[in-house]
């Protein structure tokens, strides 16, 4: 087996470019692969602030990495799950990547700062664990990147995770979330850019990345993904792709190429109608964002500053945010 480029023994394979690679040239290829989705849906322009959101796992360290190795001034964030030896670990992995490189980590943990884990906050709000997880997610990472003056939000969603996100929602027809699955979502009332640099490269590459590189990541999954669709779509798909190499590319970027935009319509239709949480500003439907009545649910607290009014008070508002539309990432 030998390197595409140099013709020097390859360490990797990948299929569906029918190409071979040693390390330095591997590495390259996922730097240009990078460097064109960011170029190809004009993800992050130089000079922006980037805030990463980092789980400990491989492909938010490698795409923090790999942005970092491109010159974009990127800070981390780290959320602490509160799922048991699960976040304990990953949360290591993350403060002992950014320790080795230098760079800026914040962190915000569920159960110190909000007071709940994904677990009770699941139970309490009767919503599957990763939904509860997601929501959660979703509102964290944006507002810390208003609270922290980020232009851009990035997270490491692969090839595998859009596909199989895309398969989940094309087999039950959710056109609302066809519409907004895309690996950017304009930063709109408010609310920061959200971009999946990785998009055009997989999971098994944005591994070889890490071990070739040197980078520790949590290898085990999260407790909680054990069952979930998500899993399953996957392995549907890899199946596939063990016999069309090339299929969950064409899949995603024909998705994209040919059929995403016959759904924005309704996905944008969706999210009118929204206006500010008067607990914490952030956009929804109702007077209380479903952030903001899970962590009540929860029995956690809001930090100062984020509780919701008193009854009769008149409503304080952090301003018009629209939420997150992203709500089908893993
Ligand atoms: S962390 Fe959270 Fe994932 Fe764990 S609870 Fe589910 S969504 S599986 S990426
Ligand atoms: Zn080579
Ligand atoms: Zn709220």
Redesign the pocket.
């Known amino acids: 087996m030998k390197?595409?480029?140099?013709?020097?023994p390859?360490v990797i394979d990948v299929r569906r470019q029918n190409a071979n690679?040693?390390v330095?040239?591997f590495f390259r290829m996922c730097r240009d692969q990078v460097a064109k989705a960011v170029e190809q849906f004009g993800m992050i322009a130089p000079g922006e602030r980037v805030l990463v959101a980092v789980s400990g796992g491989k492909d938010s360290l490698a795409v923090w990495d790999l942005l970092v190795d491109a010159g974009y001034d990127a800070d981390g964030l780290y959320l602490g799950l509160g799922i048991g030896d699960y976040s304990d670990e990953s949360g290591a992995y993350v403060r002992r990547y950014a320790k080795a490189r230098g760079l800026t980590l914040t962190e915000v943990d569920l159960p110190d700062d909000y007071g709940y884990d994904i677990q009770t906050g699941s139970r309490a709000a009767r919503r599957a664990p990763c939904s509860a997880c997601g929501l959660s997610k979703r509102h964290l990472f944006d507002k810390a990147a208003i609270d922290g003056g980020y232009d851009v939000v990035v997270t490491g969603h692969n090839l595998d995770d859009e596909a199989a996100v895309l398969f989940g929602n094309v087999l039950r027809w959710q056109t609302g979330y066809l519409g907004r699955q895309l690996p950017v979502l304009p930063a709109r009332h408010g609310f920061p850019r959200k971009v999946k640099p990785l998009v055009r490269l997989s999971e098994r590459e944005t591994a070889a990345y890490c071990v070739l590189k040197g980078i520790d990541y949590i290898v085990d999954e999260c407790p909680m993904a054990k069952g979930n669709r998500h899993l399953g779509y996957k392995e549907a798909l890899n199946a596939i792709e063990a016999t069309s190499p090339g299929t969950k590319f064409d899949f995603y970027f024909g998705f994209l190429a040919r059929a995403s935009a016959a759904f924005q319509a309704e996905a944008e239709a969706e999210q009118e109608g929204l206006r500010p949480c008067r607990s914490c500003g952030a956009p929804t439907p109702g007077e209380i964002c479903a952030f903001c009545r899970l962590v009540e649910r929860a029995g956690g607290t809001l930090p100062p500053g984020e509780e919701p009014p008193a009854a009769g008070a008149v409503p304080v508002t952090l301003g018009a945010r629209l939420p997150s539309p992203d709500a089908v990432s893993p």
């Open positions: 390197c595409r480029v140099c013709r020097e390859a690679y040693c330095a040239h």
